[in-house]
């Protein structure tokens, strides 16, 4: 074991389901191995501040089962630059804190690692994100939980798309990712789904909800990850219209929906395994690595690797869904 007596924790960038479970499992497995524990409130932007709070085994208490972080998140743009690391990295040294669990995502990891390269300080990463477009886990925090809520979602939208024969176009999250929309579109019976991975063209999708139309059925539904590369999800319903005029075609964006709401059960189980694996990473003396879970097994991951190496999308489920569509 280390000399690690103190460990702190954050939260930053967006909120995941699944941050609070994590915060308590690095506070617990903290105290298990009787080492003290500092939450940062307000990620980056209380890191520099120095609002930092004790916390110990009852202070998680009850937060297993919440949405959000109770820590609260922000995103810092003074942290961006070396002063802004610089006085993070003093706010640290005054309270004794000597090692960081930072829980996010791309832009996080990114700056946990200038933390460590310019002062030092050891810091290990737990993602955070409902993107899930980290290098080097299997699943990221939240995700799980946020495609729960999207299937949810697409399945109340399929009952009046069913009592009026419409075409809704369902916008998901998924700026520069495209997992969300793939999974949820094969667990709803999507009629197809735009990603931001694949150059899909207007004629294409036109094609599919031709066929769709063509085959009878009742209920037509396109997911379409919001980077996509055809573009904002209302116009892409207007050229849709273009094509079809007589179908009744509908625009529901999700947004922040999917954010929200009680962690699943992967999600906290999840939580579980990589808040301990955070803490024991940072008492054996690793630092600049990020936690994930690969095929059940453990693994970390240096930051530069998990944020530049994209998470590959499997495009098998793209194939699947379209049989499965007709």
Known sequence: MSNIRTIGVLTSGGDAPGMNAAIRAVVRCSVYYERSVVGVKRGYEGLIEGDFEPLDSRSVKNILSLGGTFLKS????????????????DQLRKAGVDGLVVIGGNGSFTGAHLLYKEHGIPVVGIPGTIDNDLFGTDFTLGYDSATNVVVDCIDKI????????????VEVMGRDSGFIALRTALATGALDVVLPEKNSSLDELVREVGKGFANKKTSNIVVVAEGNRLGNTFEIADKIKSHFPDIDTKVTILGHLQRGGAP???DRVLAGKLGVAAVEALLNGKADVMCGVIENQTVYTFFQQAVYNK???NLELLRIARILSI
């Open 74 to 89: 922000a995103r810092s743009a003074e942290f961006i630059e070396p002063e802004g690391r610089a006085k993070a990295a």
């Open 158 to 169: 399929r009952d009046t798309a069913s009592s009026h024969n419409r075409l809704f176009l």
């Open 311 to 313: 998470a590959p999308l």
């Open 264 to 266: 699943s059960c992967s």
